[in-house]
């Protein structure tokens, strides 16, 4: 008895003659369906990528959406209520309000103490004072910095306009004390 896994099978199309005549009764036919499958991919390709650029097209337009409704200002309830914005305050009350102080530099924690500064603004009090990037600020007026945390409470107390010394450290080792004017965030 002959094992019929082991032995090779003729691929597609390749059979020997007498299987092939065996099998077909009449004339050999063209293959079309490997035609018609080719039709079937590229149609699927085109769909597909219809489908995708409406996707896209539609995801832009969702965004696009959201961000002029959170653009208005107020709160926008999940359910579609939108709740605007509490009302600004007179003109009186803003005069009365402490106004915001800023240094005009970014600083992050340098896990060691002081507060590093990783940006300025230009023009900005700080970039006026010779702060540059990389600097470590150590001591702010009299007050000690050792986070982000302790330099962003000391500027909040400051009067804007009054001179504030810095101690700070440069990149290169050394110690500078520079002189701030602190301004006012408009």
Partial sequence: MEQTALRPKPMPGQEPDGAASATRSGPARPRL???????RRLLSVL???????????????LGAMGTTLI??????????????????????????APAAVTLGVQVMDAGKPGALVVGLHVPGPAQEAGLVRGDLLLVFGR???????????????????AEVKLT??????????LTVVPAVVT
């Fill in 143 to 161: 007050t000690r910095i050792d986070t982000a945390a302790d330099l962003a409470r000391a500027v909040a107390r400051a009067r804007p306009g």
């Fill in 47 to 61: 769909f597909g990528g219809f489908i995708g650029a409406v996707l896209v097209l539609s995801g832009i337009s």
């Fill in 71 to 96: 653009g208005k200002g107020g709160v926008i309830d999940p359910r579609g209520r939108h709740t605007p914005p509490p009302p600004s305050p007179s003109p009186s009350a803003a005069a009365s």
């Fill in 33 to 39: 369906h490997a035609a018609r499958r080719r039709g």
């Fill in 168 to 177: 700070v450290r440069h990149r290169s080792g050394g110690y500078r004390q």
